[in-house]
């Protein structure tokens, strides 16, 4: 469709601008322009007065989607300064200027030489000018217009979501909404009604209808059953032009799904079952499987099996499995066995307990009737007018006849023997039965998977136990032993039972003290001190062991220390007969005594009690008894003796070591050859020191000549006194210093007022008249010059080393 605008121009006004709105099929316009911009937006027009010059172009559109072979015309520009004459030249600048918009420079006529699409740009915006061409010079100033891209029926609906997927629960009301579907139609809403969307059902009827305007399916009809057909595919359509002939469409399929409700009751597919089941089933075991048909699923579907009555009630019992529905048929244990028939006698209930593993007996019953009832455990109220929603079969159980193991008459036996009795003798019985109506011979034998199993042996026959070996019940009081039955016609088939064999005690242990006792009395005991209380056990039973009593051994003297006094509690005390007891006369005593239990017949055992005398404080807690009792009281075992022995030797052989490194230790009096002088020279004599004037006069022994009279030791008082002795001050210069010392020493052995001990006297004199006189520095002149050392060389080779030191010490004075 080609829109031209060459009608509707409006003259040009020198003075006046007067802008004049035309509406027609191709919503043309034409429009003088001042100077100042004008925007056409949405065929409006501002106008703007300019006293003088203007320029008219018209108001523009352009069609989308031309497909003509010459470019569109689009409108045509015009300036009231034009004469026609050419020198006015037309600009045209913005967006797809050039490029998809053209304009002839001379007549101002624009064109279109593409194909536009609204849906992609609705508008341009482009700006027109007018200049001399002489000149260049712009002879109205640069205004802005736009060219709108009109829209055209070319886009059909479209439905964005689809396919959809829905869902509605069967037995839905007439009307029930499903799903509102939206479709989207890219073309200008505001313009015709290429964007008017009515919506229609094309595939789905009669079960779903669709709404033209909203586009909400809703069901069609009343009870739609899932039963009878689950899935839905709806076909919509979507036409715009409001459905007219020629408007576009689109589709989309809706897949609708109904979903189950509890509307279908259980049902059995028959009244009546039959069911086999062995008579050796297994308490526990399923034995049959029972289903009810539910047309409907999941939880709508779940059920419960019941069994309402039946003479099998007691026997079976039924579980449903929740996987597949269906019920679980199984064996249970019997309740109530007085309830069943032929089962009141005892030997018939001891038969009855051995079936509680095989409550099924073909002998007994041989069949059992059930009502079995399958019911929903999910109900809705809203359906149930089609129940109800349970239904009940009867189940008929046939027993089958096998051929049984032979049958206890009791479950467990206990029997008894005495110990000691001898091999052979004969413990009890056990009976078996073959349950089958052939009524075939048994065998018995002991299973033999222990080693207490082969303790006893069996009578394959007869079924009677006998002892294998001899008993001790002190050692071993029970024995537990598996007997087997078999059929001889049929030894494979086994049946066990536990027999529990007690031995019962007879009187074969004499008591005995409960413990060795450490029995002390006092030096300091009084007669009749209880000094000690024994005790007594015996291995028997109380039957043939307690009470104890105890006596001394009537054997025996009248014990004249201890006697005994039975307490008749089982207990005995130890008491003195005399005062005072000594451990230097006799520190152990021995008491006999004899012990007796009361039992068939009385045994007894004598023992003896070993007493020992001890020293003890005034309350009666022991101090000591000798030394065995006193490290025995102290609690050291012989192991912590040896220890602490080995400790103190070791502390000893340190300290001995420790001395005899000390003693041996010598300092050298001269510690180097090249340097003696000024060295101390250290003697180990052993003295009071200078403060001990007590013991002796030092200074007569440095000068003997004062020693006129004998000085007494005043640290001990003699007792006897000595007369004083005189030597003459001749004989005193005149004796030699050996000669001195021989007789001090013959004094001080002669001499009464010494100490008994020994003690040692040092004697310092070195003598008179010697002709190198004193070497000591204390009687030494204070100046050098007064010594000659040169005499030293004479003195022998034991004072070669003095005579050289004192002799580099003159040389040098000298020097």
């Known amino acids: 469709m080609r829109i031209t605008s060459t009608s509707c121009i409006c003259p040009v006004l020198v003075c006046l601008c007067f802008v004049q709105r035309c509406y027609g099929a191709a919503h043309h316009g034409s429009i003088k322009v001042t100077r100042n911009q004008t925007k056409h937006i949405e065929g409006e027009t501002e106008v703007h007065h300019r006293p003088k010059r203007g320029w008219v172009w018209n108001q523009f559109f352009v069609l989308e989607e031309h497909m003509g072979p010459d470019p569109q015309y689009v409108g045509k520009l015009h300036s009231n300064s034009d004469k026609g004459d050419g020198s006015v030249k037309y600009i045209l600048t913005g967006e797809g200027a050039g490029t998809i918009f053209i304009i002839d420079d001379t007549t101002g006529d624009i064109h279109s030489t593409k194909s536009l699409d609204r849906e992609q740009k609705t508008h341009y915006v482009l700006h027109a000018q007018a200049i001399d061409r002489r000149t260049n010079k712009p002879l109205e100033p640069e205004s802005e217009f736009i060219i709108k891209v009109q829209d055209i029926n070319d886009n059909a609906p479209r439905f964005t979501d689809g396919p959809y997927i829905v869902t509605v629960p069967e037995m839905s009301e007439m009307g029930t909404s499903v799903l509102q579907v939206t479709a989207t139609d890219a073309d200008d809403p505001t313009y015709g009604n290429s964007a008017r969307v009515v919506y229609s059902i094309l595939q789905g009827q009669p079960y779903f209808s669709v709404d033209p305007k909203t586009g909400v399916i809703r069901t069609a009809l009343h009870n739609m059953d899932r039963e009878a057909r689950e899935h839905y595919s709806v076909v919509i359509q979507a ?6 002939v020629g408007g576009l469409s689109g589709s989309t399929t809706v897949n609708i799904t109904l979903t189950d409700v509890n509307d279908n009751p259980p049902r059995f597919p028959q009244k009546h079952y039959q069911l086999y089941v062995p008579e050796s089933a297994q308490v526990g075991s399923a034995v049959g499987k029972i289903k009810a048909n539910d047309a409907d699923t999941g939880s709508n579907a779940d059920m419960k099996y019941t069994i309402i009555n039946g003479d099998g009630s007691g026997v079976f019992s039924i579980s449903t499995d929740r996987e597949t529905r269906e019920g679980i048929l199984s064996l249970k244990k019997l309740a109530n066995l007085g309830s069943w028939p032929g089962l009141c006698d005892h030997s018939s209930q001891s038969a009855a ?62 029997m008894e023997v005495y110990e000691n009795a001898k091999i052979g003798t004969v413990v009890g019985t056990v009976t078996a039965q073959d349950p089958d109506s052939a009524n075939s011979l048994v065998r018995y034998f002991v299973d033999h998977n222990s080693e207490e199993d082969r303790y006893f042996t069996i009578d394959a026959n007869t079924g009677t136990i006998k002892t294998a070996k001899i008993f001790d019940r002190e050692e071993t009081p029970w024995y537990n032993i598996t007997v087997a039955a078999s059929e001889m016609d ?24 409960a413990r060795e006792y450490d029995i002390v009395v006092c030096e300091n005991a009084k007669p009749g001190q209880v000094i000690q209380t024994i005790n007594a056990t015996d291995k028997d039973i109380s039957a043939n062991g307690p009470r104890f009593h105890f006596s001394l051994d009537e054997g025996l003297s009248l014990n004249p220390n201890f006697t005994l006094r039975d307490n008749e509690d089982n207990t005995a005390s130890i008491l003195t007969r005399r005062r005072r007891f000594s451990r230097t006369t006799q520190d152990v ?69 420790f001395i005899t490194l000390r003693r041996s230790k010598k300092e050298p009096l001269i510690i180097s050859e090249e340097d003696v002088r000024e060295n101390i020279v250290t003697y180990d004599d052993e003295g009071g020191g200078e403060e001990d004037t007590e013991a002796f006069d030092i200074t007569a022994l440095r000068n003997p000549s004062a020693a006129e009279e004998l000085k007494y030791r005043r640290d001990v008082r003699p007792e006897v006194k000595p007369t004083p002795r005189h030597q003459p001050s001749s004989s005193l210069d005149s004796i030699d210093v050996q000669e001195f010392i021989k007789q001090r ?71």
């Open 589 to 657: 005593y021995y008491l006999p005594i004899l012990i007796s239990d009361t039992g068939i017949p009385s045994l007894s055992s004598s023992s003896t009690l070993t007493i020992r005398v001890c020293a003890c404080e005034r309350d009666g807690r022991v101090r000591t008894c000798h030394a065995e009792a006193f490290l025995s009281s102290a609690g050291l075992s012989t192991g912590a003796l040896i220890a602490i022995l080995l400790c103190v030797l070791i502390l000893l052989a340190i300290v001995v070591l």
């Open 239 to 244: 036409k715009d032009m409001a459905g007219q």
């Open 745 to 815: 020493l013959a004094e001080a052995d002669l001499d009464p007022s010494v100490p008994p001990y020994d003690s040692l006297q040092t004697y310092a004199y070195e003598g008179h008249r010697s002709e190198a006189g004193s070497i000591s520095s204390l009687d030494s002149a204070t100046t050098h010059s007064d010594q000659d050392y040169n005499y030293l060389g004479d003195w022998g080779p034991e004072f070669k080393k003095l005579a050289e030191l004192y002799g580099e010490i003159e040389s040098e004075r000298t020097t």
């Open 490 to 513: 049929n030894p494979g088939l086994l049946s066990h039972v536990p027999v529990d064999v007690r031995i019962l005690d007879v009187n074969d242990n004499p008591p005995e003290l």
């Open 353 to 414: 307990l051995q079936l509680v593993t095989q409550p099924l007996n073909y002998e007994k019953k041989k069949s059992y009737t059930l009502n079995i009832e399958g019911a929903n455990t999910h109900l809705d109220f809203r359906f149930s007018h089609l129940g109800p929603f349970k239904d009940v079969t009867m189940l008929k159980i046939i027993v089958g006849d096998v051929d049984e193991p032979p049958l206890f008459t009791m479950p467990s036996y206990t």
